[in-house]
């Protein structure tokens, strides 16, 4: 059973630093691409960011290049999210997600498989 636990939201100043962490269990193959989306009240999920498995290859939307960075702890399971400048409108509750065999460019909601809870992250002063 594939499980993905989620962790490091809150609630930070404008131009402050936040990391998620997603750890994830239960995947039988290595051909994964893991990624995190975000959906704020009363607009659409939208993909953020993606890492290969395999390759460590990765994807950023426009909006958070250079202010995000993805990356993953193969020994730990791990993939990580840093925030860093937060911005007003990175408000939102993150998810990770896992699809299998993806190009990390990928970031449609409906091609991934499976999905972590959800944590808020609130960037207000």
């Known amino acids: 059973q594939v499980q993905l636990v989620e962790s490091g939201g809150g609630l930070v100043q404008p131009g402050g630093s936040l990391r998620l962490s997603c750890t994830v269990s239960?995947?039988?193959?290595?051909?994964?691409?893991g990624g995190w989306f975000r959906q704020a009240p009363g607009k659409e999920r939208e993909g953020v960011s993606a890492?290969?498995?395999?390759?460590?290859?990765?994807y950023y939307t426009n909006s958070v290049k250079g202010r995000f960075t993805i990356s993953r702890d193969k020994a730990k399971n791990t993939m990580y999210l840093q925030m860093n400048n937060l911005k007003p409108e990175d408000t939102a509750v993150y998810y990770c997600?896992?699809?299998?065999?993806?190009?990390?460019?990928?970031?449609?909601?409906?091609?991934?498989?499976?999905w972590g809870q959800g944590t808020q992250v609130t960037v207000s002063s």
């Open positions: 997600a896992t699809a299998r065999g993806l190009y990390v460019s990928t970031m449609i909601p409906g091609a991934y498989d499976y």
């Open positions: 890492i290969d498995f395999i390759d460590d290859s990765t």
């Open positions: 239960g995947l039988d193959a290595e051909n994964y691409v």
